[in-house]
């Protein structure tokens, strides 16, 4: 019986291949989509003198756009990666994005310094031009603004002063919430009693 039922399936699925053709249950094979669409743009692609792999070409910018923004994303880094140098480069990307640079007190400082590209052989080198203070404000906001964001991010959940304190630490803290749930509802007036003084001694 499992022998001919083994032959009547596999007999099934040649039926089923040779029906649909091949891979027409996985959806369309890429040979026919390539067929496909060289039916449709090939009479674009010899009016221009191209070849199939240049078929890239025709696509207007917006769908070019598209393609790249889905090549550019990456999957958000882990572990050991988040410390490699294209990950911190995005992250000072991302932070210098809001800096305004002022292009006229940039040449005003390089002209005013005759070395203000200087090289190791200089002896100036080591030495910073003066920062005005509206640049330090503005940095300093920007740490600090850095900082609230961190400190927001943070999951740790904040501890309650008005909450009674009934652990020894976070372990049994977390404990005494488990039983909490399951058992609270019976020892309500237990708890109640021994707070207001009132149990009665065994």
């Known amino acids: 019986m499992n022998e001919a039922r083994k032959a009547n399936q596999s007999a099934m699925v040649a039926e089923k291949k040779r029906k649909d053709g091949p891979q027409e249950s996985r959806g369309i094979s890429k040979q026919k989509w390539l067929d496909e669409r060289k ?3 090939g009479k674009l692609l010899d ?9 890239y070409m025709l696509d ?3 769908v070019a756009e598209t393609k790249y923004k889905k090549w550019e994303k990456e999957p958000t880094p882990a572990g050991w990666d988040v410390f490699n140098q294209k990950t911190l480069y995005d992250a000072h990307k991302k932070r210098t994005k809001k800096i305004d ?3 006229e ?3 005003r400082m390089k002209e005013a310094d005759p070395e203000f590209y200087r090289e190791a052989s200089s002896l100036q080198y080591g030495k910073a031009p003066k920062v005005s203070e509206d640049k330090i404000e503005r940095m300093v906001k920007e740490l ?3 900082d609230e964001k961190r400190n927001a991010f943070s999951r740790r959940r904040r501890f309650h002063e008005e909450k009674d304190i009934d652990s020894i630490n976070d372990r049994n803290k977390h404990f005494n919430k488990k039983i909490e749930r399951a058992f609270g509802r019976y020892t309500l007036e237990i708890k109640n009693n021994l707070k207001r003084g009132t149990a009665l001694p065994d």
């Not at 009016?47 to 078929?55: F, I, T, V, Y």
């Open 60 to 62: 207007t910018q917006q």
């Open 105 to 107: 007190e940039y040449n």
């Open 144 to 146: 600090r603004d850095k």
């Open 39 to 41: 039916k449709k743009i």
């Open 47 to 55: 009016a221009n003198g191209l070849d199939m792999k240049e078929a």
């Open 101 to 103: 640079v002022d292009l």
